[in-house]
């Protein structure tokens, strides 16, 4: 089972992952496996808040279990349910077989056999390679309600099955919750973790990204690329493009035998980096060929 003794460890690791970060995540990544505290990572979507906690999974060996949140997700969904199909059936098998033990079937029909693990659950199960990786994953898309559940569960790492009882870890997981902003988070389940901000990168470390996710691509298209879309990210868009779109456009223009970019080329993909319409149409023509420039004399030597 890995350890990780530093913070520069944790930079190799997720180096190795393909995942390139700053000091500072590195440092409350470090944090948070050193003192069992769960991570919570927010910031626009594609800036790689998802990515880590599939890195940090793989590099330490790890189960990755995500949670993915969504309007009405409640305690039940994330924790568990009964295989109503299942009981069913042996309830029918064991009436058409006379003679049933009431008490001796119930107790069957809610045993492990037919429980359901939903990730919250699964997460406190205990696994040889070591405690899994817990994403919760969008954690602004629930209500109140499942927010107030999750400190609970966080806090004892704990859950209740009311026909078995009280479920613990055995071992704490690894807990990464993300959020977009699209709604604030209750200050007492921050209070809960250690916070960081992932916040566009640099271009230097931008440019690093795309060296480690896309090597094919050269490093003078690798740079154009970088440099305008990080002209793209000053202009007045709807959705600014995320790391993510930056690697998928890369591998569209490699896909395409791009070798530097054109007006024309970013016109034909604009939809692998820009995903709504009005910020596609502001971008074609004459405004593409002046970002263009602009991110070309970015480059030029001083």
């Not at 966080?154 to 997981?173: C, H, M, N, R, W």
């Amino acid at each position: 089972m890995k350890t990780i003794d530093n913070i520069d460890q944790v930079q190799s690791l997720l180096q190795g992952q393909g995942y390139v970060c700053g000091r500072a995540l590195a440092t409350v990544v470090f944090l948070s496996l050193r003192l069992g505290r769960p991570l919570f990572l927010e910031g626009e979507a594609g800036v790689g808040k998802t990515e880590i906690a599939k890195a940090i999974a793989a590099a330490l060996g790890r189960r990755l279990i995500r949670l993915q949140c969504y309007e009405g997700l409640d305690a039940s969904s994330a924790v568990y349910e009964w295989n109503f199909a299942a009981q069913m059936v042996a309830i029918r098998t064991a009436e058409a077989s006379g003679g049933a033990d009431r008490a001796a079937l119930q107790a069957e029909l809610f045993g492990p056999d037919y429980l359901v693990e939903r990730p919250l659950l699964e997460a406190m199960r205990p696994d040889a390679a070591g405690p899994p990786v817990l994403l919760i994953d969008e954690l602004d898309r629930t209500d109140e309600p499942f927010e107030a559940f999750l400190l609970e569960a966080l806090s004892d790492f704990q859950v209740t099955i009311p026909e078995i009882g009280t479920i613990k870890a055995a071992e704490p997981p690894i807990v990464i919750v993300t959020s977009n902003r699209t709604r604030e988070v209750h200050d007492a389940l921050k209070r809960r973790c250690l916070y960081h901000w992932v916040d566009y990168p640099d271009f230097a470390r931008e440019l690093e990204i795309i060296t480690a996710r896309v090597p094919e691509a050269s490093q003078n298209l690798s740079r154009e690329i970088v440099s305008f879309v990080q002209r793209l990210r000053t202009e007045d868009l709807f959705k600014k493009p995320g790391v993510a779109e930056t690697i998928d456009w890369a591998k569209c223009l490699l896909a395409l035998d791009v070798l530097t970019l054109s007006p024309e080329v970013i016109a034909d993909t604009l939809g692998a980096v820009l995903k709504y319409q009005d910020d596609i149409a502001r971008l074609h023509g004459s405004e593409a060929a002046r970002l263009l420039e602009d991110a070309r004399a970015a480059l030029a030597p001083a």
